[in-house]
Nanobody, 131 residues
Framework: QVQLVESGGGLVQAGGSLRLSCAAS????????MAWFRQTTGLEREFVAG????????HYGDSAKGRFTISRDNAKNTVNLQMNNLQPADTAVYYC????????????????????????WGQGTQVTVSS
């Protein structure tokens, strides 16, 4: 089993920054591909950023490119999402997720950006961006 706990969400003005963290536990956590998704009420979960088990392959959703940075420290079992130049459209609950394998590390971008691929999820952390 892999357990995920997100933190770092909050309220920020447009143009500001937040850094989300995901603490992962489990004996094989470092082997999993990891991703951040976000969701607003009534909508499908949106892929934000993903990183392979090794950390060498990274992929961003269109809304995140140029503004967000995903990273991981496997020694600490931590995945982070640095979010800069936040805008009201970024307001959502942000979820950390772990792949049951390593889709992004295998080059499977479709699977690696699809919520159904991810077997483990954190509880979510709210990000609210005011105008």
């Amino acid at each position: 089993q892999v357990q995920l706990v997100e933190s770092g969400g909050g309220l920020v003005q447009a143009g500001g920054s937040l850094r989300l963290s995901c603490a992962a536990s489990g004996r094989t956590a470092s082997r999993h591909g990891m991703a951040w998704f976000r969701q607003t009420t009534g909508l499908e979960r949106e892929f934000v950023a993903g990183i392979s088990g090794s950390g060498e392959r990274i992929h961003y959703g269109d809304s995140a490119k140029g503004r967000f940075t995903i990273s991981r420290d496997n020694a600490k079992n931590t995945v982070n999402l640095q979010m800069n130049n936040l805008q009201p459209a970024d307001t959502a609950v942000y979820y950390c997720a772990a792949d049951s394998r390593d889709s992004l590390g295998s080059g499977w971008l479709v699977a690696g950006t699809t919520p159904r691929t991810y077997a483990y999820w954190g509880q979510g952390t709210q990000v609210t961006v005011s105008s």
